[in-house]
């Protein structure tokens, strides 16, 4: 018996913007192939995934914020703040585990500070992340006066371990992240609560969920995760920049968005923002590699937000401008 035509495309449809971000990215790589072969060496390859495990950590959480109709721009500043807390612990004497672990209450301690005021406080998300991220990093930057965290212990630098084993390290917990919240979001009631906080905050309420908490969580876990990157970033040098943190926001955002999930909430998948990671991870040095100032991949950066936001606001005038007419059909 045939398959109907309707169900043959299904999943096709259902991850159109993974797929086409997906062919876009190798057409890049065929691009680069064709004319920069010297891009795929090893060390190369490897570098771009290194630097876009810490990146990945954070694209995850800001997906369920931006799932849940909410925004963070504040991610860049607390990811420094962390940093630097970590470096400060570790040379003070703290073992990095317990180290990093407090780097990841400290992130999520900002991160459940800034959902409380815009869950239960009722403030907007656009204008507490923006306080946060100024009071973050102007503190910061009073208390350090741009100065690095040096003199960290032998056991700091790759956790410990050698360079080849710390790198391995770092990709793995990255990819153990995306897969855990991955899997948290298909299969598990809190996945759906934030698909429905995004989706319609008032009928998911009604359905018997609680908004409110779910918007309180995803603040909370993307300022864990925040501090988790931090981590899994600072390890990688020998001294700590209190301005690592710099621009991260809008790489997150335009991660997220270039892999399909709504800005205004509610729909979307964690591939797509995992595609997105890794082709702008891949974009800045490919521009070195064709020639381009490498500070383009900035200006592409906020391209992509502004067209995904215009792609959502048109997708939504023509949503609202197809009921009343289905409406009025007998």
Same mark, same amino acid.
């Given at each position: 018996?045939?398959?109907?035509?309707?169900?043959?495309?299904?999943?096709?449809?259902?991850?159109?913007?993974?797929?086409?971000?997906?062919?876009?990215?190798?057409?890049?790589?065929?691009?680069?192939?064709?004319?920069?072969?010297?891009?795929?060496?090893?060390?190369?390859?490897?570098?771009?995934?290194?630097?876009?495990?810490?990146?990945?950590?954070?694209?995850?959480?800001?997906?369920?914020?931006?799932?849940?109709?909410?925004?963070?721009?504040?991610?860049?500043?607390?990811?420094?703040?962390?940093?630097?807390?970590?470096?400060?612990?570790?040379?003070?004497?703290?073992?990095?585990?317990?180290?990093?672990?407090?780097?990841?209450?400290?992130?999520?301690?900002?991160?459940?500070?800034?959902?409380?005021?815009?869950?239960?406080?009722?403030?907007?998300?656009?204008?507490?992340?923006?306080?946060?991220?100024?009071?973050?990093?102007?503190?910061?930057?009073?208390?350090?006066?741009?100065?690095?965290?040096?003199?960290?212990?032998?056991?700091?630098?790759?956790?410990?371990?050698?360079?080849?084993?710390?790198?391995?390290?770092?990709?793995?917990?990255?990819?153990?992240?995306?897969?855990?919240?991955?899997? =948290?979001?298909?299969? *598990? %009631? !809190?996945?759906? &609560?934030?698909?429905?906080?995004?989706?319609?905050?008032? +009928? /998911?309420?009604? $359905?018997?969920?609680?908004?409110?908490?779910?918007?309180?969580?995803?603040?909370?876990?993307?300022?864990?995760?925040?501090?988790?990157?931090?981590?899994?970033?600072?390890?990688?040098?020998?001294?700590?920049?209190?301005?690592?943190?710099?621009?991260?926001?809008?790489?997150?955002?335009?991660?997220?968005?270039?892999?399909?999930?709504?800005?205004?909430?509610?729909?979307?998948?964690?591939?797509?923002?995992?595609?997105?990671?890794?082709?702008?991870?891949?974009?800045?040095?490919?521009?070195?590699?064709?020639?381009?100032?490498?500070?383009?991949?900035?200006?592409?950066? =906020?391209?992509?937000? *502004? %067209? !995904?936001?215009? &792609?959502?606001?048109?997708?939504?005038?023509?949503?609202? +401008? /197809?009921?009343? $007419?289905?409406?009025?059909?007998?």
């Amino acid at each position: 018996m045939a398959v109907p035509e309707k169900h043959r495309h299904r999943w096709l449809v259902r991850y159109r913007h993974e797929v086409a971000l997906g062919v876009g990215y190798l057409l890049l790589l065929v691009w680069l192939a064709v004319w920069r072969p010297a891009f795929f060496q090893p060390a190369q390859l490897q570098a771009v995934l290194v630097s876009a495990a810490p990146m990945l950590v954070v694209c995850v959480g800001m997906t369920l914020v931006i799932l849940a109709r909410q925004i963070d721009i504040a991610v860049g500043s607390l990811f420094s703040v962390c940093g630097v807390a970590v470096g400060l612990l570790a040379r003070g004497g703290w073992p990095m585990p317990l180290a990093g672990l407090a780097a990841v209450g400290l992130g999520t301690a900002v991160g459940a500070f800034q959902g409380w005021l815009v869950a239960y406080v009722g403030l907007p998300a656009i204008v507490v992340t923006l306080a946060m991220m100024v009071i973050l990093r102007e503190g910061l930057r009073w208390w350090r006066q741009g100065e690095f965290v040096r003199d960290l212990p032998t056991d700091f630098q790759w956790f410990g371990f050698s360079q080849e084993q710390g790198q391995l390290a770092l990709v793995a917990i990255a990819l153990g992240c995306f897969v855990l919240v991955a899997c =948290g979001l298909r299969w *598990l %009631a !809190a996945g759906r &609560a934030v698909y429905a906080t995004g989706g319609d905050p008032h +009928a /998911a309420f009604l $359905a018997g969920m609680r908004p409110r908490r779910v918007t309180l969580a995803v603040f909370s876990l993307l300022g864990g995760l925040t501090g988790l990157a931090a981590v899994l970033h600072t390890v990688r040098f020998a001294m700590v920049d209190p301005a690592a943190g710099q621009g991260l926001e809008l790489q997150a955002i335009a991660a997220v968005v270039l892999g399909g999930v709504a800005i205004s909430g509610g729909r979307g998948t964690l591939v797509g923002p995992l595609l997105g990671v890794f082709l702008l991870a891949t974009l800045k040095p490919a521009l070195v590699f064709l020639g381009a100032a490498a500070h383009w991949d900035k200006a592409l950066q =906020g391209a992509i937000i *502004l %067209a !995904a936001v215009a &792609a959502s606001r048109l997708q939504t005038s023509h949503a609202a +401008a /197809a009921t009343p $007419a289905r409406g009025r059909q007998p």
